[in-house]
T-cell receptor, first 113, second 115 residues
Framework: KQEVTQIPAALSVPEGENLVLNCSFTDSAIYNLQWFRQDPGKGLTSLLL?????REQTSGRLNASLDKSSGRSTLYIAASQPGDSATYLCAVSPLYNFNKFYFGSGTKLNVKP | DTAVSQTPKYLVTQMGNDKSIKCEQNLGHDTMYWYKQDSKKFLKIMFS???????INETVPNRFSPKSPDKAHLNLHINSLELGDSAVYFC??????????????FGQGTRLTVV
């Protein structure tokens, strides 16, 4: 069974810093990996989707990389802003059942002004 | 314009009651899901429907019964509610079953509290 781990569980940084969030998964037979952000009391907002054949995806200040063989993905946030404060979740879908996402427990990010 | 909408946003009810949560998506997606987020913030899939057909049914008590009247709607009915059912329930949808179209879009969640 796929297990997804996110480290660190919480992160506090001053505004303007570049930061990296980590996601690891135990089964490399994945279909894709998706990064989400969740604001308190809100739903999930999709940030980036990486197909298993891709190495990275970029959107604005966000860059997500995927190393399928080592079971790792990173989310890089450049020039962090207080508005980036949220919980970031990664989710992987198995190759054999791509309609199912396995989620990590998230990294709670606080960007201080 | 809300892409995936759930009602109600909050639901407080007594043990033993039966309740329903409704979900609608206006994205024209074929696939819809129900996820449960527990107190430790872990999200776990419960059900998935593709074009009104059940394709994923995780180990969920049969007190939980999804219903998809059409591909834009996936409702969740829960019988005989228990304290352990308290959680946030998220509905989601994706365009199709494969490729980039599996990007999932989530509703704002329904916080269910059973007292």
């Amino acid at each position: 069974k796929q297990e997804v781990t996110q480290i660190p569980a919480a992160l506090s940084v001053p505004e303007g810093e570049n930061l990296v969030l980590n996601c690891s998964f135990t089964d490399s037979a994945i279909y894709n990996l998706q990064w989400f952000r969740q604001d308190p009391g809100k739903g999930l907002t999709s940030l980036l989707l990486i197909q298993s054949s891709q190495r990275e995806q970029t959107s604005g200040r966000l860059n997500a990389s995927l190393d399928k063989s080592s079971g790792r993905s990173t989310l890089y946030i450049a020039a962090s802003q207080p508005g980036d404060s949220a919980t970031y979740l990664c989710a992987v879908s198995p190759l054999y059942n791509f309609n199912k996402f396995y989620f990590g427990s998230g990294t709670k990010l606080n960007v201080k002004p | 314009d809300t892409a995936v909408s759930q009602t109600p946003k909050y639901l407080v009810t007594q043990m033993g009651n039966d309740k329903s949560i409704k979900c609608e998506q206006n994205l024209g997606h074929d696939t819809m899901y129900w996820y449960k987020q527990d107190s430790k913030k872990f999200l776990k899939i419960m059900f998935s429907y593709n074009n009104k057909e059940l394709i994923i049914n995780e180990t969920v008590p049969n007190r939980f019964s999804p219903k998809s009247p059409d591909k834009a709607h996936l409702n969740l009915h829960i019988n005989s509610l228990e304290l352990g059912d308290s959680a946030v329930y998220f509905c989601a949808s994706s365009l199709k079953q494969g490729g980039m179209n599996t990007e999932a879009f989530f509703g704002q969640g329904t916080r269910l509290t059973v007292v």
